[in-house]
T-cell receptor, first 113, second 112 residues
Framework: DGGITQSPKYLFRKEGQNVTLSCEQNLNHDAMYWYRQDPGQGLRLIYYSQIVNDFQKGDIAEGYSVSREKKESFPLTVTSAQKNPTAFYLC????????????FGPGTRLTVL | AQKITQTQPGMFVQEKEAVTLDCTYDTSDPSYGLFWYKQPSSGEMIFLIYQGSYDQQNATEGRYSLNFQKARKSANLVISASQLGDSAMYFCATRAGNQFYFGTGTSLTVIP
């Protein structure tokens, strides 16, 4: 089945640690995205990638980093510079960036201890 | 500027009844798209329906239909014959320019 997978489902981080969230898609989509969702709020764009080896900052990129070495994979690293990282993180993909429907993975819930 | 407004934080509907979830948008881009997503308690955002700004007819997908009123900048989601499994958060989103904008969501509870 084609789709988007995210791992882990739950992640706990100690303060000062970097953690990496995985996102993989087998939909052959060129574009991939990372969003952050906080309670009672909509989604906010962290980073997006239109094509392999390219990525752009979204609205709230500070404290996060990404890479796009393979078309299928778009991992997100939450660095120690992100002061309030506890949130729900959603990865999405689309055929092309910002012109087609985005399809989402199941999400990763990150909690800072 | 806020691009998407969902004014109903919570809605209740009787099973088998129809329900309308409101969404208004704000964009000056002549070409844009409107989306509705469902987010059950598991967290995954599930794509429901899409309407393009130049589409003449309202989009429909099974029990979902989008009541698109361009002049009022309104894109309401209508769910017919509600089922218990429809209980979830519903998000309206718009694609305009190089960005997607999401509303704050409406929580729908279907009552047996």
């Amino acid at each position: 089945d084609g789709g988007i997978t995210q791992s882990p489902k739950y992640l706990f981080r100690k303060e000062g640690q970097n953690v990496t969230l995985s996102c993989e898609q087998n939909l052959n989509h060129d574009a991939m995205y990372w969003y952050r969702q906080d309670p009672g709020q909509g989604l906010r764009l962290i980073y997006y990638s239109q094509i392999v080896n390219d990525f752009q900052k979204g609205d709230i990129a500070e404290g996060y980093s990404v890479s796009r070495e393979k078309k299928e994979s778009f991992p997100l690293t939450v660095t120690s510079a992100q002061k309030n990282p506890t949130a729900f993180y959603l990865c999405a993909s689309s055929i092309r960036a910002f012109t087609d429907t985005q399809y989402f993975g199941p999400g990763t819930r990150l909690t800072v201890l | 500027a806020q691009k998407i407004t969902q004014t109903q934080p919570g809605m209740f509907v009787q099973e088998k009844e129809a329900v309308t979830l409101d969404c208004t948008y704000d964009t000056s881009d002549p070409s844009y798209g409107l989306f509705w997503y469902k987010q059950p308690s598991s967290g995954e955002m599930i794509f429901l329906i899409y309407q393009g700004s130049y589409d003449q007819q309202n989009a429909t997908e099974g029990r979902y239909s989008l009541n698109f009123q361009k002049a009022r900048k309104s894109a309401n989601l209508v769910i017919s014959a509600s089922q218990l499994g429809d209980s979830a958060m519903y998000f309206c989103a718009t694609r305009a320019g190089n960005q997607f904008y999401f509303g704050t969501g409406t929580s729908l509870t279907v009552i047996p």
